[in-house]
């Protein structure tokens, strides 16, 4: 799944975690304060992270308060979850519209649902099989994996699942489905996959029995 709110900024990385963070202690003192003094405060340092986004990107300023200001309640991490499949020593991968590169298959999580059914649902729209969800194999930060910088914080989980029937078949979102070996990967989208990880998701099909990732 995409959305609007998520779109990659091309930001110097340092500079894009200051304005996350300021965006951040913005956000929560406007939820919590009762003082209008405090809240006019805290609505001038959100104003200070637009004009940092505004500064290193080509985004208008009208785009990234209405980013920003869509955003209420607490600030947490989001979470974004993607489904590992094997066959053949191979794993599933689905080329997505967006950027004509290749992901697991996955996207982030609803409202309503748990990781395991979220994974099962993107699967299903994105690749058309029905899956089975096995194995927690990791739950990355994705600031420590290389990704392109993105406007929010986010969690990765990577659940590893078998296929209970189905076939192969695009969605919305992909328009090409395919099962590659380690060493005859496609181009990746990196906002959603590194290379890194995908490697390290061929880990666990030598060694089932490893043990999860944590970051």
Request: aromatic content about 10%; proline content about 4%.
């Amino acid at each position: 799944m995409t959305s609007r709110k998520l779109e990659v900024f091309i930001i110097p990385y340092k500079w894009l975690e200051w304005a996350q963070r300021i965006q951040a202690i913005s956000q929560a003192g406007l939820t919590f304060s009762n003082n209008e003094y405090d809240k006019e405060r805290y609505e001038e340092l959100r104003s200070i992270s637009s004009e940092i986004v505004e500064e290193y990107t080509d985004h208008e300023m009208k785009t990234i308060k209405e980013l920003f200001t869509d955003e209420t309640g607490y600030p947490t991490p989001k979470v974004d979850v993607r489904g590992v499949l094997f066959h053949d020593n191979k794993i599933l991968l689905v080329r997505e519209k967006n950027d004509d590169k290749w992901s697991l298959p996955g996207g982030f999580c609803e409202v309503g649902l748990s990781a395991k059914e979220n994974v099962v649902k993107e699967i299903k729209e994105e690749a058309g099989f029905n899956v089975k969800p096995t194995k927690l194999l990791a739950l990355f930060d994705m600031r420590k994996h290389g990704h392109s910088p993105q406007a929010f914080h986010y969690y990765k989980i990577f659940i590893q699942c078998e296929i209970i029937d189905g076939q192969a078949k695009t969605g919305i979102e992909t328009n090409d489905i395919g099962f590659f070996s380690e060493k005859n990967l496609p181009q990746l989208s990196v906002k959603r996959n590194t290379m890194s990880q995908i490697k390290m998701m061929f880990e666990f099909l030598r060694n089932p029995n490893k043990e999860t990732i944590l970051d």
